[in-house]
């Protein structure tokens, strides 16, 4: 069987809610909720992104090939 979607319950102030309510008319948003978890997950891709884009080993790879391109010194 397919693996159940679990939600749970987030409270937001009124007057917040009912701005995006707004904000998402006309869009391809079917509710608030569907809205807040969009704009969550791309918050949190975006920091996952900002961590640490290249490894230690990334990094020394690529001194070493600026220094054999006579880059680095």
Known sequence: MGEEKKFTTVSIP???FKK???RIKGTG???VSSYVTYV???????EEE????F???DEERIKERL???GYLD
């Open 14 to 16: 009124t007057p917040l």
């Open 55 to 57: 490894t230690k080993e």
């Open 40 to 46: 969550l997950r791309e918050l949190i891709a975006e």
């Open 29 to 31: 948003f079917t509710s």
């Open 20 to 22: 995006i309510e707004e």
């Open 67 to 69: 220094r054999a391109l």
């Open 50 to 53: 900002e961590e640490e884009p």
